[in-house]
């Protein structure tokens, strides 16, 4: 039973017990669950219940999900609608998926800006820039009765801390729940919460965790600190890193050691049972986790992800490798968290740990139910685990201890010490401060609200959690940005009174709701649509072109991108016998390729003028689709290509991001034929990587709920008949085939004989490439691999069944079209691949 099902029981209760019936249904729901609520959770949620705001500032594992929980059937119960926020879309999607098992699926939605998911829901989760947008349009009349703000610690974050800030501000209607274990003093934040919202606003604090911490500093390598801590039973173990890449490393390297044992061993290929590891990267994970050795960071597949968090929460994975994300609340319960340093790159530059983030990342350890106290381990630096290990080795010697030559920190390295760690374990979370931003979206977005622009302006700005000198700026800027959106034209002033809604000034054009917050840039992608040449041959390529220019930049693929240009063109200075020094001073210019760079740049030089709002966003030419396309690239040949195994998350949030954009945004007068093609056959292309969203939603729906599978594979993914068969969306499948011959072109074209070998080594008798190589290039001097070549004269397809023929044909610089790759595509196998398969293929001479 879940928690919605006790709902009908509460319709006939007389108003006077109403409170009382509804506490007493949460509780029973939790009595059946085993779950005896901690003193905070009880109180937190009494606060909740008496129509309190409430601060929930108690240590990590100490259950505020659990209050969470109270507070969505709470506002259920009164027939309210709930919003549930967190910082980063992978714990919005966890979070849905846990509430829609509390709840029910019918009941639950979910928001993160590029996906929207029954949204019409009672309970909503979502991102804080979805409810802060929701915030400025609508304010008081926001339908939005109750917001729980999870890791609320995020008011403080830079860059997006204004999010935090602004649903407080703008929505004095809503009933507020913000969590977090690292909140510092909170007192000014009560009392300004009370003021606006009329309510009491109960702070709940505790410093006593459920399951206590042991802390410890540690001068031995981190191997033999975690055999010491597998041999004393205080597994699972997280190893926490700073970037993803020591992670990865950190957890192939403990492949020479024995963790798990056989029957171990057993449970966890059990567990792993069908799961298929299609990826690059999948097959190394598969290997680690056979070995007892979990990865987790956000550049994995979701897929891969989940399967870890699944493992771990078995307790069968012993050590899992990541990166400080699990400080935001993912999902992986340990015992120990074995931090390998405490200084970080926060993106700007290398600094110490501050207190909040020490203890995000501690909080992880010990497990509510299973484990009596948690463990942090912090490994001291390398310098000093070497002078530890030298003054071991010269004993009590005066003489050989006088000759040590001690180590220190590399040049420009930031280092700590005991001290730090003795500090940080101490410290009190840092106070936080406000980071309020104005922005023209933030000014667009008010003035489409009802009612009077100016004030609704002025109270966001004179009531806001900044000091008076901040306050002030901020009206210049404000006033600045609103003369530029005037002279543009997008804001008018009417000649006397007020439009309908009571607005004084109004947009002339009617913005998106999901305004700057989803492709901010798309009015300028369709400007620039209309200085493309549609009898260009390289029309639906410019088409592509044009809207991934204003996706957010995938930087491990242009970083790779880049690389390889520079390589290419050091070979090419090389060969030409250029010196070292003029090579490298020319290789500057060299970067990732940047299709239509000049004209997107002009565009929006020209667009600015009339919308100085986009002067908040960068237009960023870069070639990821069009590059798969021009190369007949798969996924797997994108990532083997530049070598981004390590980022597969990161090239599928920008390949689905690609094709929703160009899904939806791309107008019907410029879709072509071709691009329809890419678009189908993209969507498939992620589909068949990584489909455990729309898999688990399968999971949990039926044909009774509102929200059927058809529905949400619409809403975000790409809906085929057969949710696991590559050959069953027929034209996607087409693509692909034709794409796996081009590709086989291309190869052939540049003499790739271990590419070659490579794409076709699983064939019985595959072709001999070295030996065809000479055969062509003996009789021609080239190969074409233009857009020409791609023509449809030159594949030639016939459907016999699950057994397609194919002919593709060279165009060679003659046009005698005298050599042709001719082969048959196996359905069967191709669906269990995952991927084209044949069986046969051979070159042809006439």
């Known amino acids: 039973m879940n928690l919605a099902d006790l709902l009908p029981d509460l319709t006939e209760v007389p108003e006077s017990l109403f409170e009382e019936a509804i506490w007493g249904s949460f509780v029973s729901w939790t009595t059946q669950r085993g779950i005896e609520l901690y003193p905070a959770q009880e109180e937190a949620s009494l606060g909740v219940l ?77 991102t804080a820039e979805i409810v802060a947008n929701i915030a400025l349009r609508d304010g008081s009349k926001a339908e939005i009765d109750q917001v729980v703000m999870d890791e609320f610690h995020y008011y403080s974050d830079p860059e997006r801390g204004s999010a935090w800030q602004i649903p407080l501000l703008e929505l004095p209607q809503a009933q507020f729940l913000l969590m977090s274990a690292t909140l510092g003093d909170t007192s ?93 990267y999948g097959k190394e994970l598969s290997k680690l986790l056979r070995r007892g050795i979990g990865v987790h960071h956000a550049g994995m597949l979701p897929k891969y992800r989940r399967l870890v968090e699944k493992l771990s929460q078995t307790g069968l994975l012993k050590v899992i490798c990541g990166t400080d994300t699990l400080g935001v609340g993912i999902n992986v319960p340990i015992r120990t968290v074995l931090m390998t340093g405490l200084a970080k790159f926060d993106g700007t530059r290398q600094r110490i740990l501050k207190s909040r983030e020490f203890h995000q990342i501690a ?94 302006m002025k109270h966001l700005l004179r009531t806001n959690h900044d000091p008076r000198s901040k306050q002030n700026k901020d009206i210049l800027t404000a006033l600045e940005l609103f003369r530029g ?131 908040e966003f960068d237009i960023s030419p870069k070639s990821v689709v069009r590059d798969m396309i021009e190369h007949a690239m798969t996924f797997s040949d994108l990532v083997a290509t530049y070598s981004l195994a390590r980022s597969e998350g990161v090239v599928l949030r920008y390949l689905t991001d690609a094709w929703r954009t160009l899904k939806h945004s791309v107008p019907t007068e410029y879709v072509t034929e071709q691009l329809e093609d890419v678009v189908e056959w993209l969507g ?31 809403e975000l993914a790409f809906g085929v008949e057969d949710p696991t068969a590559v050959t069953a969306n027929r034209r996607a499948f087409t693509v692909m085939v034709r794409n796996h011959f081009y590709r086989l072109v291309e190869l052939f074209a540049f003499e790739r004989e271990e590419q070659l070998d490579a794409m076709t080594e699983y064939l019985e008798d595959a072709p001999d ?52 790759f001719v082969g048959t595509v196996d359905l069967d196998a191709s669906d269990e691949a995952g991927e084209v398969r044949l069986s046969e293929l051979r070159v042809t001479q006439n």
Not at 101 to 120: L, R, W, Y
Not at 686 to 705: F, G, N, P
Request: glycine share 6%; charged share 30%.
């Open 50 to 126: 008496t129509g309190d705001n409430v601060i929930l500032a108690t240590p990590t594992g100490s259950g505020k999900s659990m209050v969470a929980n109270a507070a969505h059937f709470i506002a259920m119960a009164r027939g309210q609608r709930s919003f549930y926020t967190a910082p980063i879309k992978a714990l919005v999607s966890e979070k849905f998926f846990a509430l829609c098992e509390i709840f029910g699926p019918e009941n639950v939605g979910m928001m993160t800006g590029d996906a929207t998911v029954n949204g019409k829901a009672p309970i909503i989760a979502a």
């Open 188 to 280: 000014s934040l009560e009392k300004d919460l009370t003021e606006r919202t009329g309510r009491e606003t109960t702070l709940v604090t505790g410093t006593t965790r459920p399951v206590p911490l042991d802390f410890h500093y540690v001068f031995s390598p981190v191997h033999e600190t975690i055999e010491e801590l597998l041999d004393n039973g205080k597994a699972p173990i997280y190893v926490v890193h700073f970037s993803q890449r020591e992670a990865t490393e950190r957890a192939q390297a403990l492949t020479s050691m024995t963790i798990i044992d056989k029957d171990t061993k057993d449970k966890i290929v059990a567990e792993i049972g069908a799961f298929k590891f299609t990826t690059t």
């Open 363 to 456: 909080g992880r350890a010990g497990r509510a139910g299973y484990d009596t106290e948690g463990t942090v381990v912090v490994e001291a630096p390398e310098h000093e685990i070497e002078n530890v290990k030298l003054r071991r080795k010269a004993g009590d010697d005066p003489k050989k201890l006088k000759k040590i030559r001690k180590k220190s920190a590399r040049d420009g390295e930031v280092s700590w010490s005991e001290k730090t760690f003795e500090r940080l374990t101490v410290a009190e979370p840092e106070q936080m401060t406000s980071q309020f931003r104005v922005s023209n979206s933030m000014l667009l977005n008010v003035l489409a609200r009802h009612g009077d622009g100016y004030e609704h």
């Open 485 to 615: 959106l005037l002279n543009a034209g997008l804001v008018v002033r009417r000649e006397e009174g007020t439009d309908l809604y009571g607005r004084t000034y109004h947009l002339t054009q009617e913005l998106p709701r999901d305004f700057a917050l989803n492709q901010p840039l798309g009015p300028l992608a369709l400007a620039a649509l209309t200085l493309l040449d549609p009898e260009s041959e390289t029309f639906t390529l410019d088409v592509i072109s044009v809207f991934e220019a204003i996706l957010d930049d995938p930087r491990p693929i242009l970083r790779a991108q880049e690389s390889q240009a520079r390589g290419e063109e050091i070979g090419r200075l090389k060969a030409e016998g250029v010196d070292y020094t003029e090579r490298m001073a020319l290789i500057e210019d060299v970067t990732y390729p940047k299709p239509l760079e000049e004209m997107l740049e002009d565009a929006y030089e020209t667009f600015a003028k009339g919308n100085p709002w986009v002067k």
């Open 684 to 714: 498939e292309l992620i589909r068949q990587v990584d489909s455990s969203l729309i898999d688990e939603w399968a999971q949990m729906s039926d044909e009774d709920t509102p929200i059927s599978k058809e529905d949400l594979e619409r």
């Open 769 to 820: 490439w070295p030996s065809l190589l000479d055969d062509y290039f003996d009789e021609y001097d080239d190969l074409d691999t233009g857009q020409a070549s791609r023509g449809k004269e030159y594949f030639l397809l016939q459907d016999k069944g699950r057994q397609w023929q194919v002919r593709q044909i060279l165009k060679d610089p003659e046009g005698d079209n005298s050599f042709s």
